[in-house]
């Protein structure tokens, strides 16, 4: 896609399942030369892609593997964001070559390593900047639950309530049921208008399959998204929710299933150690329609 006479605007999906879909992963917009952008022009740009996310090369040093990179939703800059990080490091390596990148980004320096599968297939894994988690207050629960139209019933009680943060803030809510999870309809302006007084940026859903296997949905109101195939940001914030918990004791490869229950399948391969604060996440994108 073009807009104007030399923009050029990527559109790649991240966290596209093993398993090849035409309709999987969190489809991403990328500017690879942003530098003559300001701000409402990298909002316009992103307001008219009108993807969850994207993302901006303002500055580039291809020779060091170095860059600068903004992300907007529709309606603000976000300042991290996981899928448009792999998505970006995809199409760079596609261009440049796979190998070891760094994104310096307003949530703080993510290195990125970019490498190619047997069919040419190119992945990415991001390091998170360094995790953290508090427990969710009753106001802030509450609050949530009342806009999900869910019930306290409705939680696992293994799991509980959190404020994760892996580049930028989510409530982690877990399930007792995959039902539950599967049986998303919100009130949109209700959970938007909680989600900006607590600062979150997505709620990060889950549902315990197994100890190394959860399946996910995010609301993602705020961006102007009613839901997210793919959210890398989130996925690093609950891996440093799960050791924060103490539920990882040796280091410990998570898979989280989502997009799922919206038709657009996704898969991101979730590493923490526990010895870390900082998380890796790891997941394939591909060009759409057609491009390189």
Not at 100 to 108: K, L, S
């Amino acid at each position: 896609m073009s807009l104007g006479s030399s923009l050029d605007v990527l559109r790649y999906s991240a966290f596209t399942p093993e398993t090849p879909s035409p309709e999987g992963g969190n489809p991403a917009g990328i500017v690879l030369d942003a530098a003559a952008l300001d701000d409402a022009g990298m909002l316009a740009v992103a307001a008219d892609v009108g993807y969850s996310e994207t993302a901006f090369v303002t500055v580039r040093d291809d020779a060091r593997g170095r860059f600068r990179v903004r992300y907007f939703s529709p309606l603000a800059e976000v300042p991290f964001c996981g899928h448009a990080t792999v998505a970006t490091a995809v199409a760079l390596a596609e261009r440049i070559g796979p190998g070891a990148f760094v994104f310096d980004t307003p949530a703080g320096e993510i290195p990125v390593a970019t490498s190619a599968d047997a069919d040419g297939t190119v992945r990415a894994t991001l390091t998170s900047v360094p995790t953290r988690t508090r427990p969710a207050t009753p106001d802030e629960l509450d609050a949530a639950l009342a806009a999900l139209g869910w019930g306290r019933g409705d939680l696992d009680p293994q799991l509980p309530p959190h404020v994760a943060f892996g580049g930028v803030e989510h409530l982690v809510l877990a399930a007792a049921a995959r039902g539950r999870l599967a049986d998303l309809a919100y009130d949109f302006d209700a959970l938007a208008e909680v989600m900006r007084r607590h600062g979150w940026t997505t709620l990060q859903l889950v549902w315990r399959e197994a100890a190394d296997r959860f399946h996910v949905r995010d609301p993602f109101p705020v961006g102007g998204v009613v839901e997210d195939p793919a959210t890398g940001a989130a996925a690093a914030a609950f891996g440093g929710y799960l050791r924060a918990l103490g539920l990882v004791r040796e280091p410990t490869k998570v898979i989280l299933r989502q997009g799922e229950d919206m038709g657009r399948p996704s898969e991101l391969v979730v590493d923490i150690d526990p010895a870390d604060a900082r998380v890796q996440v790891t997941g394939r994108a591909r060009a759409m329609s057609g491009q390189r």
